[in-house]
T-cell receptor
Framework: QKEVEQDPGPLSVPEGAIVSLNCTYS??????FMWYRQYSRKGPELLMY????GNKEDGRFTAQVDKSSKYISLFIRDSQPSDSATYLC?????????????FGKGTKLTVNP | GAGVSQTPSNKVTEKGKYVELRCDPI?????LYWYRQSLGQGPEFLIY????????DSGLPNDRFFAVRPEGSVSTLKIQRTERGDSAVYLC?????????????FGPGTRLTVL
């Protein structure tokens, strides 16, 4: 079993839809949870960052972490064609001696106009 | 300001050859990371530098892979005796703080193809 599981999709939605992206993980040492957006042939770009459990909102994006279930989510409201990209969840056990990010496979999202 | 830059953007080589991939981090960033991203996968950690020293090289797949950061800025990832399985996008990231996983800024990557 991989440390981080993410459904690769692809996911196709109409413009304006609410998108829900999810990851599960197995390592209880993870404390820091990130969502990255990656456009084709580009490097990952940090979208959201959450420490421990809870919710965080930034504009149309909301990140949720449930450490008891080892489950994280990213919601995109009023999705736009420019949101079409691959979304990667990433986690870190920073403070536990490792600074590396552990990524999911990524979910490819297409928002159709 | 300038982001993380990586050169070359594309590298095609033949099996058995030696390659060097370069990363220029954001100016002033002390931490530097290398990741490898295979097609359809998320990035996988290779090595982490804090200053000039490799603080964590647990992700390097074998002894054909080596990385240096001699002056605490630019880093070079070196791959000896390349194999077709080494084909991937090699990503570099930098961070202003040690252990700041939440502030890793990624470069565009070097796409390595081993024929």
């Amino acid at each position: 079993q991989k440390e981080v599981e993410q459904d690769p999709g692809p996911l196709s939605v109409p413009e304006g839809a609410i998108v829900s992206l999810n990851c599960t993980y197995s390592n209880s040492a993870f404390q820091y949870f990130m969502w990255y957006r990656q456009y084709s042939r580009k490097g990952p770009e940090l979208l959201m960052y959450t420490y421990s459990s809870g919710n965080k909102e930034d504009g149309r994006f909301t990140a949720q972490v449930d450490k008891s279930s080892k489950y994280i989510s990213l919601f995109i409201r009023d999705s736009q064609p420019s949101d079409s990209a691959t979304y990667l969840c990433a986690m870190s056990a920073r403070g536990s001696g490792s600074e590396k990010l552990v990524f999911g496979k990524g979910t490819k999202l297409t928002v159709n106009p | 300001g300038a982001g993380v830059s990586q050169t070359p953007s594309n590298k095609v080589t033949e099996k058995g050859k030696y390659v060097e991939l370069r990363c220029d981090p954001i100016s002033g960033h002390t931490a530097l990371y290398w990741y490898r991203q295979s097609l359809g996968q998320g990035p996988e950690f290779l090595i982490y530098f804090q200053g000039t020293g490799a603080a964590d090289d647990s992700g390097l797949p074998n002894d054909r892979f080596f990385a240096v950061r001699p002056e605490g800025s630019v880093s070079t990832l070196k791959i000896q005796r390349t194999e077709r399985g080494d084909s991937a996008v090699y990503l570099c990231a930098s961070s202003p703080l040690a252990g700041a996983a939440d502030t890793q800024y990624f470069g565009p990557g070097t796409r390595l193809t081993v024929l």
